[in-house]
């Protein structure tokens, strides 16, 4: 609970848990806190759900968690009494426990069906006091269907459940009385009106036997129809900025819901919502639909968010990572950053060349200068660290005072320090990557260092490298092949004897083997 989610979802409905399915298999951390109150929960089953018809509301929820906490998200009881900004976070208050904090929102609380003042109406809210056709008409399809009227839409919503029973009666309880129009339209449909208030339910053996008038006189029903008002559930969330809006139907409201755009976003940059608390219309299956949307437009703008980020840390990796110190900062992380083996190409290279002065461009911890003298050249080794040039001086020393008296160790950067021109038998770059104006300015610097006869040698990671496992920096345009390489020497001066990708079997990261190719130019600048 201490750490910051990529989401917190509000609310554990249909809507709810659909946005947080949909983010925990984009591999987001989620929270979801749930207060326990389902608006549909004292329904016994839900229907009009495509595979799903006729699971209880507890059962759709209990698998709904289930599948959430099976990606790795989590779903914690708890009420959200409050939400502010922290920051560039959002932080989420409980009613008990600590708060949560969360780069997205996500609200999904419903709404609050506001009933009548009926007495024993609520009682029976979801079981044979119903408001939707499509979600109750066919199981009392042909019964005695009561239309309680709250408002103008009453007339409508009698109509609508006619569809469903040929036994509909329409009491308008405390509105007007239809107009001749309306009540010839309602004759013509066999949809009978009872203009007396209503005073309450007849009940017998726990089931709905009719609605009792104020005249006392008791009419027989099955079920009743109630329009309720639906008042979208946002306390506590006031503080964001988040606003209900009110919800008409032909001229008459009848309720108030968040305004969101297609995605689910609200007006407040971060937020979210999904279901009944932004449409109050919509359906178990439609809200879950909607947090899905919702769930995929929050992934959506972190990616978006993370992109960013990526970019503005590669910008400001790829302006940083050639210094001086950065180079002291790696050396510095740990003991040792390489094999402290020479590298294989500059061996299978180098081995047949008589021995003179060598350039060891890069040297690190200095392995190849190592190798180099101990096969006799005496050798230049550069490097932009002095961390790695005492490393390198330690090892040689290690190898004997005669091999290590065969080696100069120079600090430089020969970007801004060029090596003597005319002067070695081998220059050896190693695995030099360099944007590529700087690297085409180095390269052309060492080819002019070789002496007449001399032989540059280049080995870089090839670009395929990319598509492997393999560690690798990603900055494609540093990559480079031996064959751009060799077409930057002028063939008048230069004899390339190798111009090739050689493969090598390395071990990734995560322990497997895989297949890297080597950018191999070597090259011999023509007496």
Same mark, same amino acid.
């Given at each position: 609970m201490d750490q910051t989610y990529d989401v917190v979802v509000i609310g554990a409905g249909a809507a709810g848990l659909s946005g947080a399915l949909a983010l925990a298999r984009a591999r987001?951390?989620?929270?979801?806190?749930?207060?326990?109150?389902?608006?549909?929960?004292?329904?016994?089953?839900?229907?009009?759900?495509?595979?799903?018809?006729?699971?209880?509301?507890?059962?759709?929820?209990a698998a709904g968690r289930a599948e959430v906490t099976g990606y790795g998200g989590e779903v914690v009881a708890g009420r959200v009494v409050g939400a502010d900004r922290d920051g560039d976070v959002f932080r989420v208050t409980l009613a008990d426990g600590p708060p949560v904090r969360a780069r997205r929102l996500l609200v999904a609380t419903g709404l609050v069906d506001e009933l009548p003042d009926v007495p024993g109406l609520a009682r029976r809210w979801g079981r044979d006091v119903l408001h939707c056709p499509y979600c109750h008409g066919w199981e009392v399809r042909d019964r005695r269907i009561g239309v309680l009227a709250t408002g103008p839409m009453a007339v409508e919503q009698a109509n609508l459940w006619r569809q469903w029973s040929p036994h509909v009666l329409l009491f308008t309880h405390r509105t007007p009385a239809p107009d001749a129009g309306t009540a010839e339209r309602l004759a013509a449909r066999e949809i009978t009106v009872v203009s007396e208030p209503v005073a309450g339910l007849e009940l017998a053996d726990d089931t709905l036997a009719g609605v009792r008038l104020a005249s006392g006189e008791v009419v027989a029903v099955d079920a009743l129809v109630v329009a309720s008002r639906l008042t979208a559930r946002v306390d506590g969330l006031e503080p964001l900025g988040l606003k209900p809006v009110d919800v008409e139907l032909g001229g008459h409201v009848i309720g108030s819901q968040l305004p969101v755009d297609p995605t689910g976003a609200t007006a407040v940059p971060g937020v979210w919502a999904a279901g009944n608390v932004a449409d109050v219309r919509a359906q178990v299956i439609v809200s879950a639909a909607a947090g899905l949307t919702a769930g995929a437009a929050i992934n959506a703008d972190l990616i978006a968010e993370e992109t960013r980020a990526a970019l503005a840390a590669h910008r400001r990796t790829r302006a940083e990572m050639f210094t001086e110190a950065?180079?002291?900062?790696?050396?510095?992380?740990?003991?040792?950053?390489?094999?402290?083996?020479?590298?294989?190409?500059?061996?299978a290279e180098a081995t047949d060349l008589a021995p003179g002065r060598a350039l060891d461009v890069g040297c690190g911890e200095g392995a190849d200068a190592v190798w180099l003298?101990?096969?006799?050249?005496?050798?230049?080794?550069? +490097?932009?660290?002095?961390?790695?040039?005492?490393?390198?001086?330690?090892?040689?020393?290690?190898?004997?005072?005669?091999?290590?008296?065969?080696? +100069?160790?120079?600090?430089? +950067?020969?970007?801004e320090r060029p090596p003597e021109a005319d002067r070695y038998q081998l220059v050896s770059a190693q695995f030099m990557h360099l944007p590529e104006q700087e690297r085409g300015e180095l390269f052309g610097r060492l080819a002019a260092a070789v002496a007449?006869?001399?032989?540059?040698?280049?080995v870089g990671h090839h670009p395929s490298d990319l598509r492997t496992t393999a560690h690798r920096m990603h900055f494609p345009e540093m990559m480079y092949t031996a064959e751009e390489v060799a077409a930057t020497l002028d063939p008048t001066g230069w004899e390339v004897l190798a111009a090739e990708s050689r493969p090598r079997t390395v071990t990734d990261p995560e322990g497997r083997r895989t297949v890297i190719h080597d950018a191999v130019l070597r090259a011999r600048r023509r007496p």
């Open positions: 987001r951390s989620v929270l979801v806190v749930d207060a326990g109150e389902p608006r549909n929960a004292p329904a016994g089953q839900m229907h009009n759900y495509l595979s799903a018809d006729g699971m209880s509301p507890a059962e759709l929820v950065a180079w002291e900062e790696r050396y510095s992380a740990r003991p040792a950053v390489w094999s402290g083996r020479p590298n294989p190409q500059l061996v003298a101990g096969r006799g050249w005496r050798v230049t080794a550069v +490097d932009i660290s002095r961390t790695a040039l005492d490393r390198a001086a330690t090892h040689a020393a290690e190898a004997g005072a005669e091999l290590a008296g065969r080696i +100069d160790w120079l600090h430089a +950067d020969l970007r007449p006869g001399g032989t540059l040698l280049i």
